[in-house]
């Protein structure tokens, strides 16, 4: 049986496109990321040791196009007076009850959802349609 050349370059082109999308999408999320820390970095606010601010970073998921941005952790967990430890990151963002929140993570994350949102659908249109004119 005779194979059809159109349709397996085809396939051999939609692979390609396939990867280098792939390879695309992943950088781009790794510098929103970034840029996402960044600003978050600039709103944290601001303590005697700057600890906080020093916690936020970027954490790699299971697959290149997993990044997960986050703040807080062992460098500022603290113990408090009920000899339980807490996490002041969370007690700047939510509050406490001797505390008022002073929330930088999430809404600096919901006012840049949408620009990253943005810059991904451009930076893969721009490969798909770069890609395909080159082909």
């Given at each position: 049986m005779a194979t059809n050349v159109s349709l397996e370059r085809f396939r051999s082109l939609t692979a390609?496109?396939?990867?280098?999308?792939f390879k695309d999408a992943a950088?781009?999320?790794?510098?929103?990321?970034?840029?996402?820390?960044?600003?978050?970095?600039?709103v944290v606010p601001r303590g005697d040791t700057g600890e906080l601010e020093h916690s936020v970073?970027?954490?790699?998921?299971?697959?290149?196009l997993v990044k997960?941005?986050?703040?807080?952790?062992?460098?500022?967990?603290?113990?408090?007076v009920s000899s339980k430890p807490y996490d002041y990151a969370r007690g700047d963002e939510f509050g406490t009850r001797n505390m008022k929140a002073q929330p930088f993570f999430f809404p600096t994350y919901r006012l840049s959802r949408k620009r990253i949102k943005?810059?991904?659908?451009?930076k893969l249109t721009a490969t798909?349609?770069?890609?395909?004119?080159?082909k």
């Open positions: 390609e496109l396939k990867q280098q999308v950088t781009e999320l790794a510098a929103q990321a970034d840029k996402l820390a960044a600003l978050i970095k600039q970073r970027v954490v790699p998921g299971k697959t290149d997960r941005v986050v703040a807080g952790g062992r460098p500022t967990i603290r113990q408090s943005s810059a991904m659908k451009r798909i349609k770069r890609y395909s004119a080159e």
